[in-house]
């Protein structure tokens, strides 16, 4: 994993330079690092790399100029710029996952495309990109004349490989002016990237133990086990992908240079529309803002909205052209993960179902019912917040399975055989225990994390305190403390078993 | 048009679109502050802003546009 390698120390050489020795070319020096961390963790040869390095700042930063001129060809140009941006990243990312899909379901031969090489993070930088032309193209923001600003905001290092995605207004205004090393934002960088490895290593690891071992011999376990091993990957894929964020976000800030927040609690969302907006944040606006709102915003599709009010009432009718463009923007999410079957399934049509029948449900029941007792308030949001972790997690069986009719076959496991009344002892005790290698070790730390949620959640919800947001006002002497003391439990709990981010490969 | 009656007419839009008659709009009223002014309602809301003044509000500004007082802003440059 290249966060968690040596490749990652260049960071420190970076850090050096950036604050110590030339600190008036502190853009240039962040630039140069930028590009040659990516050259370094970059699996394929350097000089393609170097390519489409290359490539994508030049038709970034040529396209940015020429659109912001606005010339009445700006049109043209912002549809040429995109579907040169995208155009790599369909065909070294996306064209032989959809050969493979187009093959399985029509029973085409196509032949895969043998010369696409890796490129890492092409998906989050290549959406920076896009969303830096269009700005300029509305008018919001001024195009940058400067190649090495709009080289840096694309592949500024710390997000490179997974995010978050970038907008170049809330970027760019972080460089104004030369940084110094403060000890403060230092020590706040620090602890938030321990805390990210404590997620990943610890939490995400022995998560995932259950989880994976369960989802491979599922035909051996009752719907409640494979229920209990979903939860787990849940908890897995959070604590890693937020994990993974907290160590950028860290080693950014050390750089002086905020990220944008990527997650919002998700587990604590009452519905799931809610559970979208706080989950991976920075992709979810990105597609808001550039492709739901302009979808929603075309002539086509307000025509249809005044007919479908009309034909069927306001309060259906409206309805109408949203989902309508939530099919969209749905099916070019499921296709921004990858393209495969499966990802087009988890990440594409169970949420946009989900989220479609969620808002018919709306229009006769209402989920705003807020009683005067906080304890009820709290129990009956425990209650939706459980729902919305479950109706999530049927994304999640088709992300673990990793195959379609795997997944299918999962859920009908899942509601025939929900307890397995004469093996549901063994199932938890012996099989849970032994065969999928649930060690103490493991389950202590589960229950302990699990506690610790739970903790946070009661603080949050009923007393209106955010013991997270607590430990970051409190005196960098003590924060020094609990750096040591997440390192101690990192050295004593963490495992190896995979130190590749989930996020990495999108 | 004054201030004061595109404030009048746009009350009228939000209280139709989101088919609230108690909704009472200032400056600094976001879409924190009503309840179903979400991703789904936004652009219901443009469109409904845009046939009541006669008027397209760009992109750029359905995107950014923080609260009512920018709508108004741009109401009373680009509208009738």
Redesign the interface.
């Known amino acids: 994993m290249f966060i968690l390698t040596f490749d990652y120390f260049v960071f420190l050489i970076c850090l050096f330079l950036f604050y110590f020795n030339v600190r008036k070319h502190q853009k240039s020096i962040l630039f140069i690092f930028s590009i040659l961390f990516y050259v370094l963790i970059s699996i394929s040869e350097w000089y393609k790399i170097l390519l489409i390095v290359l490539y994508m700042m030049l038709i970034t930063y040529s396209f940015g100029v020429l659109i912001g001129k606005n010339n009445r060809f700006k049109s043209s140009l912002l549809l040429l710029s995109i579907f040169l941006l995208i155009f790599p990243l369909i065909y070294f990312k996306y064209l032989n996952n959809i050969i493979v899909l187009v093959n399985n379901v029509f029973k085409t031969n196509f032949i895969i495309n043998d010369s696409v090489f890796q490129i890492i993070g092409i998906s989050y930088y290549a959406l920076s990109a896009i969303g830096y032309l269009i700005e300029v193209y509305w008018g919001n923001i001024c195009c940058d004349k400067n190649i090495i600003n709009v080289g840096l905001f694309i592949f500024y290092f710390p997000v490179i490989v997974s995010g978050p995605i970038l907008r170049y207004n809330e970027f760019s205004l972080q460089f104004n002016t030369n940084k110094n090393l403060e000890y403060d934002r230092f020590v706040k960088g620090a602890f938030l990237m321990a805390w990210g490895y404590f997620k990943k290593l610890v939490v995400a690891n022995r998560f995932s133990i259950p989880a994976h071992n369960i989802y491979n011999n599922f035909e051996q376990f009752s719907g409640v086990t494979i229920i209990l091993a979903t939860l787990c990957y849940a908890v897995e894929l959070y604590a890693d992908f937020s994990g993974c964020m907290d160590i950028i976000g860290g080693t950014s800030m050390i750089l002086g240079v905020k990220l944008p927040k990527n997650f919002d609690d998700p587990f604590f969302s009452t519905s799931i529309q809610e559970f979208w907006q706080r989950w991976h944040i920075t992709l979810g606006l990105w597609f808001k803002d550039y492709v739901l709102y302009p979808i929603q915003k075309t002539e086509i599709i307000i025509k249809i909205g005044k007919k479908s009010r009309k034909l069927f009432g306001k309060r259906i009718g409206k309805r109408i052209p949203f989902y309508i463009s939530m099919i969209v923007l749905w099916f070019l999410i499921g296709l921004w993960h990858g393209g495969t079957d499966y990802y087009f399934v988890a990440s594409g049509l169970v949420p946009l179902i989900l989220i479609i029948i969620t808002d018919i449900f709306s229009i006769f029941y209402n989920n705003h019912n807020i009683y005067e007792n906080k304890y009820l308030n709290y129990f009956t949001n425990l209650l939706r917040r459980f729902r919305t972790i479950l109706l999530v997690s049927i994304c999640w069986v088709f992300v673990l399975a990793s195959d379609v009719s795997k997944g299918i076959k999962i859920l009908y496991r899942i509601f025939t055989k929900f307890i397995i009344l004469s093996n549901f002892h063994i199932d938890i005790l012996r099989k849970g225990l032994n065969n999928i290698n649930l060690t103490k070790i493991t389950l202590v730390t589960i229950i302990f994390v699990l506690l610790c949620f739970f903790i946070y959640d009661v603080f949050k919800n009923i007393y209106k305190i955010d013991l997270f947001e607590k430990i970051f006002i409190i005196k960098n002497r003590y924060k020094v403390v609990i750096i040591y003391l997440l390192l101690f439990l990192i050295i004593f709990l963490q495992t190896m078993n995979d130190n590749q981010f989930i996020y990495f490969q999108f | 048009m004054t201030r004061a009656e595109a404030h009048e007419r746009l009350t009228k839009v939000f209280r139709d679109v989101f ?1 609230d008659e108690s909704i009472v709009l200032n400056d600094a009223t976001t879409a924190n502050d009503i ?1 179903d002014w ?3 309602e ?3 809301l ?2 409904a802003v845009e046939d009541e003044f006669k008027f397209k509000i ?3 500004k ?3 546009m923080k609260n009512v007082g920018e709508m108004i802003d741009l109401i009373l440059e680009m509208g009738k």
């Open positions: 088919d309840d979400d991703s789904f936004h652009v219901n443009v469109v760009p992109m750029g359905v995107v950014t």
